[in-house]
């Protein structure tokens, strides 16, 4: 989650949230390029920021995953400044992340099932009741994930997103069968 607070000369501060006190993809970034970012560790259903403390708020598959889908929509409407903006991507039910998800689940007993988040804030119908006190412009949107490969792509999808990364002590073979699972999901005709 990211928020951009108010400009001086034409300059952004960005704030990034993850709710893992593990190093950031934000702080790796910033790094990288030299951007002013700063990201911290915080959960979207209770932000550590006062109220209209932006002049937009930023999630990119990020929220959507909060346990309570509506308390998330209040902190970010909360920490947003009156006319500014909120944007999310949100994952689409029936797409091939949804799909992937779906054999995660599969394959890991006990592992949340994110297809709830998908189908909770997934479509435009829903994030527009997750704000019934705004106005929302909500619009699908088709992209294309490029990789190498599928192998290559379920590699770095496994490795980067913690809800399906698998434990790295596991040697029960965990990570061969969620690769197993997620390749053909991966080589459907709708992702060429």
């Given at each position: 989650?990211?928020?951009?607070?108010?400009?001086?000369?034409?300059?952004?501060?960005?704030?990034?949230?993850?709710?893992?006190p593990t190093p950031t993809v934000a702080r790796r970034r910033s790094a990288a390029e030299h951007l002013p970012v700063e990201a911290g560790v915080g959960d979207a259903q209770c932000l550590p920021?006062?109220?209209?403390?932006?002049?937009?708020?930023?999630?990119?598959?990020?929220?959507?995953?909060?346990?309570?889908?509506?308390?998330?929509?209040?902190?970010?409407?909360?920490?947003?400044?009156?006319?500014?903006?909120?944007?999310?991507?949100?994952?689409?039910?029936?797409?091939?992340?949804?799909?992937?998800?779906?054999?995660?689940?599969?394959?890991?007993?006990?592992?949340?099932?994110?297809?709830?988040?998908?189908?909770?804030?997934?479509?435009?119908?829903?994030?527009?009741?997750?704000?019934?006190?705004?106005?929302?412009?909500?619009?699908?949107?088709?992209?294309?994930?490029?990789?190498?490969?599928?192998?290559?792509?379920?590699?770095?999808?496994?490795?980067?997103?913690?809800?399906?990364?698998?434990?790295?002590?596991?040697?029960?073979?965990?990570?061969?069968?969620?690769?197993?699972?997620?390749?053909?999901?991966?080589?459907?005709?709708?992702?060429?």
């Amino acid at each position: 989650m990211s928020g951009l607070g108010p400009k001086a000369e034409h300059h952004l501060l960005e704030l990034g949230l993850d709710p893992r006190p593990t190093p950031t993809v934000a702080r790796r970034r910033s790094a990288a390029e030299h951007l002013p970012v700063e990201a911290g560790v915080g959960d979207a259903q209770c932000l550590p920021f006062p109220d209209r403390s932006f002049d937009a708020v930023l999630s990119t598959y990020g929220a959507m995953f909060a346990r309570d889908a509506g308390a998330t929509a209040r902190e970010l409407v909360r920490v947003c400044r009156p006319g500014g903006r909120i944007a999310l991507a949100n994952w689409s039910p029936g797409g091939v992340i949804d799909e992937v998800f779906a054999v995660l689940h599969r394959h890991r007993p006990g592992s949340p099932d994110l297809t709830r988040s998908v189908a909770a804030g997934g479509t435009a119908g829903k994030v527009c009741a997750l704000f019934p006190a705004v106005r929302v412009g909500a619009a699908a949107r088709h992209f294309d994930l490029r990789c190498t490969s599928c192998r290559a792509w379920s590699e770095t999808f496994l490795r980067s997103f913690a809800p399906a990364a698998p434990d790295p002590a596991d040697t029960s073979g965990t990570a061969t069968v969620l690769r197993a699972g997620a390749s053909p999901r991966l080589r459907q005709p709708h992702l060429a």
